[in-house]
């Protein structure tokens, strides 16, 4: 059974920096793409990064270049990312998605709230 | 960039009615492969989204068959045959494209 299980999230001020991870299980790790992926009522679902299964190729939406980090450990399972200089807006639920068979998305997990404020 | 609108924002229905809703690109999404990577997710009260559809129309593991997808092109439609109280969520289509992922806003399905 495919897991994804977000932690790190927490109550952070403007400014600051939090380190998300996600520890897969149920599939081989290291064939599989991965995202992040953002949540607000606001704004809805909103695509933050991805990273290829070796780590070589990653791309970041415009909001958050420059200030996350996307990164992969592939021994350990585990896909992060690094948010610096987070601003109010980063407030979200955020959920580590696998990259499918297909250029798309399939399992999602459960999600990690972040709470920017001052 | 690609932007997907999603219609009606809300839509009450009747248990054991036919629901549908509907996802309409600003740019074709067929691509040079000769596919559509168009997806459909649910997402419940207080769960993350879980994918029920990709590939327009292909449902995904375990989903029920009173899920269809179709369309082609700008326009795709996701229906439930026959809608059970656990159909009670958001839907979202969304799109794989170069720069990430794009979501429509979401259909909200709700009992009457």
Not at chain 1, 18 to 44: D, I, Y
Not at chain 2, 5 to 16: A, K, R
Request: glycine share 10%; aromatic share 10%; net charge neutral.
């Amino acid at each position: 059974e495919v897991q994804l299980v977000e932690s790190g999230g927490g109550l952070v001020q403007p400014g600051g920096s939090l380190r998300l991870s996600c520890a897969a299980s149920g599939f081989t790790f290291s064939k599989s793409w991965m995202h992040w992926v953002r949540q607000t009522p606001e704004k809805g679902l909103v695509w933050v990064s991805r990273i290829d299964n070796d780590g070589y190729s990653i791309t970041y939406a415009d909001s958050v270049k420059g200030r996350f980090t996307i990164s992969r450990d592939n021994d350990k399972n585990t896909l992060y990312l690094q948010m610096n200089s987070l601003r109010v807006d980063d407030t979200a639920v955020y959920y580590c998605v696998r990259g499918s068979d297909w250029p798309g998305t399939d399992y999602w997990g459960q999600g990690t709230m972040v709470t920017v404020s001052s | 960039d690609v932007v997907l609108t999603q219609t009606p924002l809300s839509s009450p229905v009747t248990l054991g009615q036919p629901a549908s809703m509907s996802c309409r690109s600003n740019q074709s999404l067929g691509q040079s492969d000769g596919d559509t990577y168009l997806s459909w997710l649910q997402q419940r009260p207080g769960q993350p989204p879980r994918l029920l559809i990709y590939k327009i129309f292909n449902r995904f593991s375990g989903v029920p068959d009173r899920f269809s997808g179709s369309g082609a092109g700008t326009d795709f439609t996701l229906t439930i045959s026959r809608v059970e109280a656990e159909d009670v969520a958001t839907y979202y289509c969304t799109q794989v494209t170069q720069l990430g992922l794009t979501f429509g806003g979401g259909t909200k399905v709700e009992i009457k």
